[in-house]
């Protein structure tokens, strides 16, 4: 750059900097047009133009500039030419960055035009219309206004609705179907189980004329259909009973979160206070719902590099944004972490506005105080502060004991070492380092929350805060909880202690200047939680060169651990008076554990930070490129929270979930009914349950998606209301027979000519193989049965279980449910893990399936039971044996040819092979 | 300009002096990347029913090798002088550098000596030297890089294109788009090593969100199939009996529903299942197979521990190759497990002693593996059949602080490819002097499998599945189809 041109652009600066750009050219549209655009038209045009708008950017238009482009960057600052995007490209110094990618760059002096501009207001012309014209909005149907449609039929509004598409095809609705495959299918739909023969035979012959109406009330006030749609919510939110990932371990308290939707559906909760619930439970008295925000994947093992551990941390609120987006209201915000919304219009500072909603969220176990005793809450308080009293106790007196003489000089004079607290005392030494090897523990590797050194004055030395550095033989990797940084860092507990990588180790500690030492504290756990992993034997060694230990203190006079952990041998050295005193003491902390225990129930539920850190936009979604900070709220699109950066966490989910959950909001309602008109008929009106997006599918029936989502808001979101409402249309009772001519113009029925027949989810097979069988286990709630064996490691190993006793012929619902496993019957039939949210099942149909149907050893122990069963009720004669079979699996007696060819099976080849293949039939496996 | 101009691939390719042919295949490429996403017809009444390639196909089935654990690359096929010549000094620039468990110590030459192997000289170490005898046939990548240092996300990413669970397995995706060429076998098999199952195996062949018709089945020459027997308590005449019974009340039932699709597959695929258990044992017992077969890929060794395993994986090795005789379409076969024991006990983890355990795992994968590769040449299968050789990352070239293992390196290491449609005796892309840092041609996770789907003439960036609002890939929004090492 030659020194005139660097001067006049200084001086250009200059003046723009002070707000006084030369009278000759105002920095206004029309300098816009005069100065401005022509750089653009030349440089920029050919790419962001008219013709193509790479990255969707034109810079030709008003509106286009802004805009901006897709990667969600401000592409202008106004009045900050340094912080626009614009200046960034063009001035940067990376080649694969700098604005134009080929060609000449723009001269220092065409970038001086360009700050003047941006710094003076980057005016357009136009700009006020543009600027409306960009205020996000969207004519994409779902955003629109729910809007009832006008029905003359009072009562049958969703036949009429359905009706009228038909008629328009040419199409006409089937005959009614008779009572036995009426209720069959209401059973399976609603229950997820067929109904009893007794069942069947009452509904069949109910005269009454409200028949239908009572066996709709008697079937949605079952706790069977909570079940059953507890767990269609299970798949759309991603539910499973382990943490995925690696690692994989268990989440032996999730349960209680599936217990929370089951009693929920069964008490027609509110919908609105079921959205409320799930975000923000623990405003709202049920700490338990928050299951939903933390029932996705996580992955525990954490790794001492950053970037690492924050995309970590990224992923996780990504899977809670993106859950609740997709759950609630049909949007796949997740699109929006790394750039706009392709598709839809959802920014991507609305992702970052979300995740900032859930920003003090966090994975693991709480109390659920609605379940923990409602009386002993505040109870709890006190007994904690009686608890640490009682330790308190505890040390002082054990300092006592160790400070005072042996009471014999027996070679094992010193107590049995213990998790609380230790102590060795020798002759002032000098050092500068002590190496604490630990050569036994009383189970797994080691750990020690503290170890400190004094001092001939009495000072800890050993703390890293006075400039000891500690080192060890290796640290137990993938625990932020447990580091050798813990060792020295003042602090007690598990939660702040090390842990070595093998049953063995060692730990030093270098002083930073010679030290003269006489006494070592050490303990596993000062804070009195665990005993484990205790150093039972060590030895102590000293050194002031480096490599010449010599030793100081060992396990070598300790007293063995008795048979009571603890051992009571410290307490022969107190005086009697304290003796007591230390029992009773003891005795009182087990008695208060017990009750604290008693008085808190745990759940795999939200855990919230006080304060979240202030989330910012991320460019690209990397976490290491941080952009402007973004206060927590809604979309754009739909208005705003108005919400402070700063906002109180618990507040941010509240609102959030007002939001949600408002009569206003034109998804939510439209969502949920969709979903319960697919979970009825097989495929929703919108056959992209979470994507009411412009990539989803349009419905079928606009009109009666929003006579449904109308008359949902109306009715008080009341879920079993819009069920009753679906079941007790004629549309819901049709036939399934299919019709040539019908299908010829509707294949796929989703006209719904017909009630379109389909095969059974996975959770509905066993269930009803379960229960034709006799071995259904109807418990409800508390911890799930396990379909596979566990071994136990850092990595957790599955296996699945080739025998199955009682304990598991309960519902699947129930089933503890692994990721990344699947079940080896019922795997096949496309039942999830819980790796990643699932609003709509594929039906597979697959040779593996016909093998786990027919061969599996849970098959064959059900023929077995079903073989018992049928001779139980139905004597030895295989006549009446098909009978109550076919009652029992298919809700209607056998026709001849059935009955005649059953007889002969059961004759020629013996009861259990008739079971076997009874479950096996299409008719026992579908829903018709 | 002529568009094709614009791709940074064609001057690739004129570089390395591409024909004719390739071009206009390229051309025909072209034209097909300007249009939207290819979802596969699927019928779900044979789901698994062969499909067309989207251009023409170089390979017609993969074979992917899996070595859990991540194997160091500077161990054996990534060759470094400079690592040698420096052994024992600091990794220049390395000061302070924190990997996956922590502090790094000195640079470490590998306990193993590297040799020229065949006509193309390739150095390769003395841990693998059957392998090396075969390094003409190799198409080394020395250069991908990964998105994690953990082995779950990791293994995801190698199977998936994912770190995050919930994602379909490569070979879900290859069923998915091309269906299987044999309908009496699975279009999809994964191959268990003898020790157990890898890092996150549920996501290595699972569907994810494709329909489960689509996942993998596992069994190896020790664990049959599940469920694939007939019970015990049912004699084989019953067994048939029975096998009949259903279809005569299934067929019944049908002519209630005449013409339903569903009802008609369902009937089907009971017999396609006694199909398969005729065929999956027959493939799966390798007793038939003649001894020099079973010493060519050391199945006949015993004696000791690592002997039995080494046999156990060979057995393995020698199903895997019957399964490509029968036109398996994907088959993916591992080396190392986690389940009997993480950090090097039973997978490549050589963290704290990389030598005594790297010792027991070359002897069973070496002399295994390399019988497969030469087995599956000699009887002309490498023509339509792609190999592919990967771990999840690499390994550092220094030894952690205060231990005699290398910790995790997802930012080089290397994979070998073999067979249909690439070059042999090839190398591409490099580390740097140490074998840390993949610095020339660098490839990621994505452009192999974009490389691999190319070479199934599968158009990686238009195989697409709707999942909730996504039309969802194999390489996400990534990938570019590493051209310089397709034949």
């Known amino acids: 750059m030659t020194r005139l041109l660097k001067c006049s652009l200084a001086c250009f600066i200059a003046l723009t900097a002070s707000g006084t750009v030369h009278a000759a050219a105002p920095v206004d549209a029309a300098f816009f047009e005069r100065e401005v655009r022509p750089i653009l038209q030349a440089h920029c045009f050919d790419c962001h133009g008219e013709d193509q708008a790479k990255n969707k950017l034109r810079l030709d238009t008003s509106v286009g500039i802004l805009r901006g482009g897709e990667s969600g960057e401000p592409l202008l600052v106004k009045g900050l030419s340094a912080e626009s995007y614009l200046i960034k490209r063009v001035t940067s110094q990376n080649l694969k960055e700098v604005m134009p990618p080929k060609g000449k760059k723009l001269t220092a002096e065409q970038v001086g035009v360009l700050r003047a501009w941006i710094d003076a207001g980057a005016k357009v012309p136009g700009e006020a219309a543009a600027a409306a014209s960009l205020r996000l909005k969207t004519d994409h149907w779902s955003f629109q206004p729910v809007k009832r449609p006008a029905v003359a039929q009072r009562g049958g509004e969703i036949d009429a609705l359905v009706l009228a598409k038909l008629r328009a095809q040419g199409l006409t609705p089937s005959p009614a179907a008779d009572r036995a495959t009426l209720i069959r299918r209401v059973y399976l739909v609603m229950h997820g189980m067929p109904p009893t023969p007794q069942e069947v035979s009452e509904f069949v012959n109910d005269a009454r004329p409200d028949a239908y109406a009572r066996l709709v009330d008697r079937v949605l006030a079952s706790p069977r259909y909570g079940e059953r749609w507890a767990r269609h919510w299970m798949d759309v939110v991603r539910y499973a009973d382990s943490n995925g990932f690696e690692t994989n371990r268990e989440r032996k308290t999730a349960f209680h979160y599936r217990d929370y939707l089951i009693a929920s559906l069964n008490a027609d909760k509110p919908y609105d206070r079921f959205i409320k619930e799930q975000i923000a439970g623990d405003a709202l008295g049920v700490d338990a719902a928050t299951g939903f925000l933390v029932a996705g994947p996580h992955d525990i093992v954490k790794s001492p590099d950053i970037n690492l551990t924050l995309m970590q941390r990224q992923d996780e609120l990504a899977d809670m944004v993106n859950t609740t987006g997709t759950a609630f209201l049909g949007l796949t915000m997740g699109c929006a972490r790394c750039h706009n919304h392709k598709f839809d219009p959802i920014l991507q500072r609305d992702y970052y506005a979300m995740q900032a909603v859930f920003a003090g969220v966090n994975h693991g176990e709480r109390q659920l105080r609605e379940k923990s005793e409602a009386h002993a809450q505040p109870a709890l308080a006190a007994l904690k502060t009686e608890e640490a009293a009682l330790q308190k106790t505890l040390s002082a007196l054990q300092e006592k004991a160790a400070a005072s003489p042996a009471t014999t000089t027996a070679a094992k004079s010193r107590p049995a070492v213990s998790a609380l607290f230790n102590e060795e005392q020798f002759a002032p030494t000098e050092a500068t380092a002590v190496k604490f090897t630990i050569l036994a523990s009383s189970g797994g590797q080691p750990c020690l929350d503290e170890l400190e050194i004094y001092n001939d004055a009495g000072l800890n030395v050993a703390l890293a805060a006075k400039g000891a550095k500690a080192s060890a033989s290796g640290t137990l990797p993938g625990y932020a909880i447990h580091k050798l940084e813990h060792l020295n860092d003042g602090q007690v507990g598990n939660a702040r202690s090390w842990i070595s990588d093998s049953g063995t180790g060692w730990v030093q500690i270098d002083f930073p200047t010679k030290a003269r030492i006489q006494r070592i504290v050490w303990s596993r756990d000062r804070e009195g939680k665990f005993s484990d992993r205790l150093a039972t034997q060590y030895r102590i060694e000293a050194a002031v060169q480096p490599g010449q230990w010599h030793p100081i203190a060992s396990s070598e006079d300790r007293q063995p651990r008795g048979a009571k952990p603890e051992g009571d041998a410290w307490l022969a050295r107190l005086s009697a008076a304290d003796a007591t005193a230390a029992r009773k003491a003891q005795a009182d902390l087990v008695e208060l554990k017990a009750r604290m225990a008693k008085a808190s129930v745990n759940g795999w539920a939200g855990r919230f930070s006080s304060q979240p850190e202030r989330t910012h936009r991320l460019y690209r979604g990397e976490p290491m490129q941080k952009r402007e900070v973004v206060a927590p709220d809604a979309l754009t699109v739909l208005g705003t929270l108005g919400l402070a950066v700063e906002e109180p966490e618990q507040n941010r989910r509240v609102r959030l979930a007002e939001w949600i959950a408002s009569a206003e909001n034109p998804l939510t309602a439209r969502v949920l009914v969709n979903r319960l008109w697919q979970y009825t008929f097989g495929t929703g009106l919108v056959d992209t349950p979470s994507d009411f997006g412009a990539n989803g599918t349009r419905p079928t029936h606009p009109e009666l998606l929003d006579w449904l989502a109308d008359e949902f808001v109306q009715c008080g979101w009341s879920i079993k209301h819009m069920q009753r409402l679906i079941l007790l249309s004629a549309t819901f009772q049709q036939s399934s027979t299919p019709r040539a001519d019908a299908a010829k113009v509707d294949a796929d029925g989703r006209l719904l000519w017909r009630f379109p027949p389909r095969r059974l989810e996975a959770e509905a097979i066993r269930d009803s193989m379960l229960a034709v069988s006799g071995a259904l286990d109807l418990k409800m709630g508390g911890p799930g049965f396990y379909l596979m064996e566990v071994v136990v490691e850092n990595v957790m190993h599955y296996f699945p279980k080739e025998k199955f006793s009682p304990a598991e012929f309960r519902r699947m619902v129930y089933q503890f449910r692994i990721r990344q496993t699947t079940d080896s019957v019922f795997g096949s039939l496309d039942c999830p893990d819980g790796g990643s949210v699932m609003p709509k099942r594929s039906r597979s149909n697959t040779p593996l399936q016909a093998l786990n149907l027919f061969n599996s050893s849970f098959i064959t122990q059900q023929a077995d039971f079903l073989a018992q069963r049928l001779r139980a009720e139905a004597g030895e004669a295989p006549e009446a044996q098909v009978a109550l079979a076919f009652r029992l699996f298919y809700g209607r007696p056998p026709d001849a040819f059935e009955h005649r060819s059953s007889v002969a099976m059961i004759r020629e080849h013996g009861g259990p092979s008739f079971a076997r293949a009874l479950f096996n039939t299409s008719e026992f496996l579908f829903v018709f | ?487």
């Open chain 2, 1 to 487: 300009m002529h568009p094709l101009l614009n791709r940074r691939n064609f001057l690739a390719h004129t570089a390395t002096g591409l024909g004719g042919i390739a071009l206009a295949q390229m051309l025909a490429r072209d034209a097909h990347a300007a249009a939207g996403p290819i979802r596969p017809q699927v019928n779900p009444a044979n789901p698994n029913a062969p499909r067309a390639t989207h251009f023409p196909a170089r390979a017609k089935r993969v074979l992917m090798i899996f070595c859990s654990g991540a194997v160091s690359q500077v161990d054996t096929f990534d060759y470094k002088p400079e690592l040698i010549k420096r052994h024992g000094q600091p990794m220049p620039g390395a000061e302070g550098l924190v990997t996956f468990q922590g502090a790094q110590g000195n640079l470490n030459q590998s306990p193993w000596a590297f040799r020229p192997r065949g006509q193309s000289g390739k150095m390769v170490s003395d841990l693998v030297p059957h392998l090396g005898a075969l390094a003409d046939e190799m198409c080394f990548i020395h250069s991908l890089t990964g998105k994690t240092n953990t082995h779950g996300p990791g293994e995801n990413f190698m199977a998936t294109g994912y770190t995050l669970d919930g994602f379909p397995s490569m070979g879900a995706w290859t069923s998915y788009a091309l269906g299987s060429e044999n309908d009496t076998l699975p279009a999809y098999v994964a191959i268990p090593d003898p020790r157990g199952a890898p890092q996150s195996a549920g996501n290595f062949w699972g569907p994810g969100f494709l329909p489960a018709a689509f996942q993998g089945t596992d069994f190896n020459a020790t664990q049959p199939l599940r469920n694939l027997a007939r019970p015990a308590a049912f004699s084989a005449a019953t067994d048939r009996a029975t096998r009949d019974f259903i279809g005569v009340l299934n067929r019944h039932h049908l002519e209630r529903f005449p013409g339903d699709s569903e009802l008609a597959a369902r009937i089907s695929s009971y017999e396609l299942a006694a199909r398969m258990q005729l065929s999956v044992p027959e493939v799966a017992d390798i007793s038939s197979e003649p001894a020099h077969v079973l010493k060519l890929y050391g199945a006949d060794q015993a004696g000791n521990p690592v002997k039995d395993l080494k046999a156990a994986y060979a057995r393995n090795c020698i199903l895997a190759r019957r399964l490509v005789e029968k036109g398996v379409r994907f088959v993916q076969l591992f080396n190392g497990a986690y389940q009997t024991g993480g950090e090097g006990v039973s997978n490549w983890d050589g963290h704290k002693s990389l030598q005594p355990q790297y010792l027991k795992h070359g002897e069973v994968m070496d002399q295994p593996t390399a019988a497969l590769l030469a087995d599956l040449k000699q009887r002309g299968l490498l023509e339509d059949t792609l190999v592919v050789w990967c771990t999840e990352f690499g390994r550092m070239p220094t030894f952690q602080k205060g231990a005699s293992g290398r910790d995790h390196n997802p930012n080089g290491f290397t994979a070998w490819l073999a067979g249909a449609g690439v070059k042999h005796g090839f190398s591409y892309g490099a580390t740097d002097e140490f074998g840390y840092k993949a610095v020339e041609n660098i490839a990621t996770v994505y452009d192999f499998h974009a490389t691999i789907l190319d070479l199934l003439g599968l158009d990686h960036e238009r195989l697409s599945f709707y999942h909730n609002g996504i039309e969802r890939r194999l390489t996400d929004v990534h990938g570019h189809v590493i051209q310089a090492v397709l034949a």
